[in-house]
């Protein structure tokens, strides 16, 4: 099992997972708005979403 982090200002958002062979993107089916990209790893059960800054609080970021 893998686990995609896009956050949770998304939670119970309608949306869609499109993978290939190196990343996952998750669209807002709604909006069509790009939530998230994440580049798989094999090696890790947990991917980052590639497009926000990593931090550790939500709001930690400058």
Known sequence: MHHLRI???HRGKRVLALA???TV???HLDTGEIIATNTIN???SDW???Q???G???GSRP
Do not use: L, S
């Open 56 to 58: 550790r609080w939500p």
């Open 7 to 9: 956050g949770t200002a």
């Open 42 to 44: 094999p090696n890790q």
């Open 52 to 54: 926000r800054v990593p």
């Open 20 to 22: 290939d062979d190196h």
């Open 48 to 50: 980052r979403n590639q």
């Open 25 to 27: 993107t998750v669209i």
